[in-house]
T-cell receptor, first 111, second 117 residues
Framework: KQEVTQIPAALSVPEGENLVLNCSFT??????LQWFRQDPGKGLTSLLL?????REQTSGRLNASLDKSSGRSTLYIAASQPGDSATYLC??????????FGAGTTVTVRA | NAGVTQTPKFQVLKTGQSMTLQCAQD?????MYWYRQDPGMGLRLIYY???????DKGEVPNGYNVSRLNKREFSLRLESAAPSQTSVYFC????????????????FGAGSRLTVL
């Protein structure tokens, strides 16, 4: 059974600092790895999806890397802003197309 | 474009009561899902429907039933609610990524917060 872990559970940084969010998974036989953002009281919004054959994906200030062999993905957010405050979740898609979610990292960017 | 719409947004039930959570999507997606989210835990899959007319159990199906009414609608029913079912429930739908059979991009609803007393 795929286990997905996100450490730390919470993170607080001053505005302008770069954010590094970690995601680890136990079974390297994944189809893809997705990163989501969740605002309080809202649903999840897909940010980036990395296929198993890719090493990274970029969208604006966001960059996600994937290292299947070590079972890790990292989400980088450059020059953080207060609007980046949210919970970020990663999810690994197994080869049976089921998603396993981490519990998320709650980020607070202080103005 | 509404995306994925869930109703109700909030509900309080007494133990033993029944209720149905409704979900509708207007994106012509084939697959739909019900997840629950509990504090300190990731989302856990309750049931999913790969296409109209089919449903399958996920990780935590006990105490729930689902109906894929048509391509747009996928409902989740609690027949006899228990306090352990207090949670936030999310419906999602998905489409396959082009050129990548099986891999899906999910669109989530805003969630339904259920409290069972």
């Amino acid at each position: 059974k795929q286990e997905v872990t996100q450490i730390p559970a919470a993170l607080s940084v001053p505005e302008g600092e770069n954010l590094v969010l970690n995601c680890s998974f136990t079974d390297s036989a994944i189809y893809n790895l997705q990163w989501f953002r969740q605002d309080p009281g809202k649903g999840l919004t897909s940010l980036l999806l990395i296929q198993s054959s890719q090493r990274e994906q970029t969208s604006g200030r966001l960059n996600a890397s994937l290292d299947k062999s070590s079972g890790r993905s990292t989400l980088y957010i450059a020059a953080s802003q207060p609007g980046d405050s949210a919970t970020y979740l990663c999810a690994a898609t197994s080869n049976d197309y089921k998603l396993s979610f981490g519990a998320g990292t709650t980020v607070t960017v202080r103005a | 474009n509404a995306g994925v719409t869930q109703t109700p947004k909030f509900q309080v039930l007494k133990t033993g009561q029944s209720m149905t959570l409704q979900c509708a999507q207007d994106m012509n997606h084939n697959s739909m899902y019900w997840y629950r989210q509990d504090p300190g835990m990731g989302l856990r899959l309750i049931y999913y429907s790969a296409s109209e007319g089919t449903t399958d159990k996920g990780e935590v199906p006990n105490g729930y039933n689902v109906s894929r009414l048509n391509k747009r609608e996928f409902s989740l029913r609690l027949e006899s609610a228990a306090p352990s079912q207090t949670s936030v429930y999310f419906c999602a739908s998905s489409f396959p990524i082009q050129g990548s059979s099986g891999a899906n991009v999910l669109t989530f609803g805003a969630g339904s917060r259920l409290t069972v007393l």
